[in-house]
Each structure stands twice: as C-alpha cells, then as structure tokens.
C-alpha cells in the first residue's frame, strides 16, 4: 500500500486480518511432527483470514457476522491442532506457547466483530 492512487480493500483496515497473517507465519513455522495436524493446522489459519478478509467486504451485519463466526472458528481448530500435536509428542511446548499467545490475538478481536 504505497499511497499511489490504491484504496485499501476493506479486509486491509482489519487489525484481525493482520494478525491472522501473523498466526499463519507462525503456524508454518512451528514444527508440528504429525502430517495430517501440520496440514489441518495451516489450512485452518488460512481459512481464518480468508474468511476475516470475506467478512470485511460483505455488506450486510448477518453476512459480516457469518464470516467471522467461521473465522473464529477456524483459529479455534488451528490451534486445536498444534495442540494436538503437542500432546502427542510433536512441537515443544514453547512453540505451543506461543501460538496460544499470537492466536488469542485475533480470537479476542473476531469474538468482538461477531457481537
């Protein structure tokens, strides 16, 4: 977004959405050992700021309502997830910390965009 003439989309002025972007780097950088969790925990986070940047752009409340509800939803089994996976012997509980961390971030904020 360099100013030239670009309008934002509106999933751009979303704090959530940023955040989520965050949580997939994180996800992705997170050894998660067993390959059906590491897949399920990154398509879910993507699928999380999918549906955020979705939620953004429609215009009725029900509509925005919907697609965040599945946004959270979707950060919910994401971290579900390496949760799973830690538990099972996988990534460290540091990593796991730390996507507590960054992952209530935007559970905190869709949780208000859906009220």
Known sequence: MDGNNFSPFPHHKLQAFEVALELIRLINR???????NRKHARASARSCARNLAEGAGRRSRADKRRCYSIAHGELTESVGCVEIDNAEGGCSEQQLQAVYKLGSRPGAMVTSLTR
Not at 30 to 36: D, F, K, L, Q, Y
Request: charged share 30%; glycine share 0%.
């Open 30 to 36: 997170t050894h998660i050992s067993e390959a059906e």
